[in-house]
């Protein structure tokens, strides 16, 4: 019987020098967008994808990112003493009461295949998800995540979320070249990390979510240090490749790249106007702004 995705790895060892100061002492993954860390919105992703065990890939300094999830006794009695009820409940459900998580150190800063690969003693045998909360996708029915496991359940193989890019920009991501599409996914025939553009196989690029099945490991404990001196995830899938099917799926929903300033930015207002506080005064607010004839 093919097993269900269960589990998801979540890379946060990262340094976040584009964020820097703001995350000399913070994870880039605990930045809000509005009032939720991006971490939590990832989390949110792998729950409503029916996933009840998150594995965070962590380094050094990235104590914020536990303790987010953790019970946090005082705060809760504070509240409790203060009446604040509606926000001790959200304390308090920052995480189901089903779902657990593990936290593994990176050792190195290697890159998100060596990430991926600290993870096999808690994955095992199993498919998994790997979700990179920079990438925050929005997608108010059912999310990216639930999207690719319900296509999992019926290929069983693995499966790279995709999205069409500027041609100008293939350099900064994994670009794949795909098979004739049926419906919204097609099967991989050949992944490039970080190509040029005037070499890029297509502008078809891998975000950050994954369905992988557990022969990655195998394909990633050989694979060698590829573009900027990192072990990369999307040489491995290259190699998988060779063994199986790995298919690319362009997913329904709008993708924040959280991981530069502006695509941060685009992600807060667009985020604040679908809060359901604040999204009348925020578009008020906006919109008297733009008549401001210095803005």
Same mark, same amino acid.
């Given at each position: 019987m093919?097993r ?7 890379p ?12 000399k002492?913070?994870?880039?993954e605990m930045?809000?967008?509005? @009032? ?23 380094g =050094?300094?990235?104590r914020?990112?536990?303790?987010h999830?953790?019970k946090?006794?005082? !705060? ?15 304390? =308090?459900?920052i +995480?189901?009461?089903?779902v ?6 990176q050792?190195?800063? +290697? ?6 690969y ?7 045998d199993e498919?998994?998800a ?5 990438? +925050? ?15 999992y ?6 499966? !790279? /979320?995709? %999205?069409r890019?500027n041609?100008? @920009?293939t350099g900064?991501y994994?670009?794949v ?5 049926? /419906? ?8 490039v %990390?970080?190509?040029?553009? @005037?070499?890029?196989?297509?502008n ?8 992988l099945?557990?022969?990655?490991f ?9 573009a900027?001196g ?7 899938i290259a ?8 298919l690319?799926y ?15 930015l685009?992600?807060?207002v667009?985020? /604040?106007l ?8 925020? +578009?008020?607010?906006l919109r %008297? !702004?733009t008549? @401001?004839?210095?803005?």
């Amino acid at each position: 019987m093919t097993r269900k995705i269960t589990k998801a790895v979540f890379p946060v060892a990262g340094l976040g020098t584009r964020f820097l100061p703001a995350t000399k002492a913070s994870p880039k993954e605990m930045l809000p967008i509005v @009032d939720k860390p991006l971490i939590q919105y990832a989390v949110e992703e792998a729950v409503a994808a029916g996933i009840d065990t998150m594995v965070f890939i962590t380094g =050094r300094s990235k104590r914020a990112i536990p303790d987010h999830f953790d019970k946090a006794y005082e !705060l809760e009695k504070e509240l409790e003493a203060k009446g604040k009820t509606e926000t001790l409940d959200l304390i =308090r459900n920052i +995480l189901p009461s089903h779902v657990s998580c593990v936290f593994i150190r990176q050792p190195e800063a +290697l890159g998100l295949g060596h990430a991926v690969y600290c993870a096999r003693p808690v994955i095992g045998d199993e498919p998994f998800a790997v979700i990179l909360a920079d990438d +925050l996708i929005e997608d108010s029915t059912r999310g990216c995540m639930a999207q690719m496991v319900n296509l999992y359940e019926k290929k069983h193989s693995s499966i !790279l /979320g995709v %999205e069409r890019i500027n041609p100008a @920009d293939t350099g900064s991501y994994g670009i794949v070249r795909t098979g004739e599409f049926t /419906g919204k996914y097609g099967p991989v025939e050949m992944i490039v %990390e970080k190509p040029k553009p @005037d070499v890029a196989p297509s502008n078809l690029a891998v975000v950050g979510r994954y369905i992988l099945t557990p022969g990655i490991f195998d394909k990633l404990k050989k694979t060698k240090r590829g573009a900027g001196g990192e072990i990369q995830l999307t040489d491995a899938i290259a190699e998988l490749m060779h063994d199986e099917q790995v298919l690319a799926y362009e997913f329904e929903g709008k993708r924040y790249d959280c991981g530069t300033k502006l695509g941060f930015l685009i992600a807060t207002v667009e985020h /604040g106007l679908l809060h359901k506080e604040l999204k009348d005064d925020f +578009l008020a607010y906006l919109r %008297e !702004l733009t008549k @401001d004839e210095n803005f």
